[in-house]
């Protein structure tokens, strides 16, 4: 019965003229918005750490307002700001590791999200020191933030906001917000795919059952933290970028195509669940499909006004991976472009995928 309304209100949506008329009435209810994940999201988390996953420094940030390199893996704004401007809640979604966040950021929301992580805690060490198997011996600043340190952040946060704002506050803020979750790219792109120690012990569907596990009780424990509008977003068709790409066709690489896909279909089942279970309760839980809201730019790219594809705006080697294209021109015409450099997408790319998730099925949450 749940089901057949949740679909019934997911059509009404869909048949909403308007995007903007939804997003001005979702406007007077949801007043934070936090975010968790990987580079895709991250506005800066990993500025002060050791780890190569930052970009911090030009091309980045050529067309954020002011040029400014914050952090952000893209060439302007990344999803968590144009969800939050979206939402009417502010302009941009702040780092929570940034050192000066006023009280008025910390109400209305932050990211804990850190490049380079996964829902894997072995996704978030360094690829270097996966081959040599010493982690216990590098500092925790060395590696991107995994998804329970994230958690364990978020728990920081809760324990500050208290202090400042007192228990009630705390909990009125934490209740009403909405959250976002972004991982598994890196789990396999950059972990599965490139580094033998997990295919030593797990075939590619058990990998995954594994992530999905993973990623079912991360969402189970954001919500017994507080969290009750929980958005998971799936994997991106993480073949297509040009990283993955292969060498002399430039198609798209199917088995990592192929693994993502699986990923989403397990973990959208799981949510599913999860949100039959707990509605009840007053939470709820949505998946959000990046791989084809992205695969459709992809596969379509004059339609969206795009002219390149399959090349990053920055170059499309390992060689153009963020520290190596650290104050390197970029391409001139960054709007031509998908990608911006070897794995994430322009600022014009993330704006139409989140425009279309608006349009789908993110309204169930408000
Ligand atoms: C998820 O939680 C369950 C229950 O606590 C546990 O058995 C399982 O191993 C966990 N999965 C992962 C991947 O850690």
Request: charged share 20%; aromatic share 10%.
């Amino acid at each position: 019965m749940a089901s057949l309304y949740r679909g019934l209100l997911l059509l009404l949506m869909a048949l909403l003229p308007s995007a903007h008329g939804a997003a001005a009435r979702a406007r007077s209810k949801i007043s934070a918005a936090f975010m968790f994940g990987d580079s895709t999201v991250d506005p800066g988390n990993n500025n002060d750490r050791l780890t190569e996953a930052k970009a911090n420094f030009p091309p980045y940030g050529q067309d954020f307002p002011g040029g400014v390199a914050t952090g952000r893996f893209s060439n302007g704004k990344v999803p968590g700001d144009m969800l939050v401007s979206r939402l009417g809640i502010k302009e941009l979604l702040p780092p929570y590791l940034r050192n000066d966040l006023p009280l008025s950021e910390l109400l209305t929301g932050v990211v804990f999200a850190s490049g380079g992580s996964g829902y894997d805690p072995l996704t978030s060490i360094p690829s270097i020191t996966k081959y040599v198997t010493c982690i216990s011996q590098h500092s925790s600043r060395q590696t991107a933030t995994s998804s329970t340190g994230q958690l364990e952040l978020f728990l920081e946060y809760k324990e500050r906001l208290r202090a400042l704002v007192g228990e009630e506050e705390m909990t009125r803020v934490i209740s009403k917000g909405i959250y976002f979750t972004v991982m598994g790219a890196n789990d396999l792109a950059n972990n599965y795919f490139t580094i033998p120690l997990r295919r030593h012990q797990y075939d590619l569907p058990s990998y995954v059952k594994f992530l999905v596990s993973s990623a079912v009780n991360f969402t189970t424990k954001l919500n017994e933290m507080g969290a009750k509008k929980i958005a998971i977003i799936g994997i991106a068709p993480i073949g297509c970028c040009p990283s993955q790409r292969a060498l002399g066709s430039r198609e798209c690489e199917p088995m990592r195509n192929q693994a993502a896909n699986l990923f989403n279909s397990e973990i959208e089942k799981e949510i599913q669940r999860l949100d039959a279970e707990q509605n009840v309760r007053g939470s709820k839980f949505i998946y959000l499909d990046i791989y084809y809201n992205l695969l459709d730019l992809i596969q379509r790219p004059g339609f969206y006004g795009f002219k390149e594809v399959t090349e990053g705006c920055c170059g499309s080697t390992v060689l153009n991976a963020a520290i190596f294209i650290k104050n390197h021109p970029a391409c001139p015409n960054a709007y031509d472009f998908i990608f911006w450099d070897i794995f994430h997408p322009t600022e014009k790319a993330y704006n139409i995928v989140v425009d279309k998730l608006f349009q789908q099925t993110m309204q169930y949450l408000m």
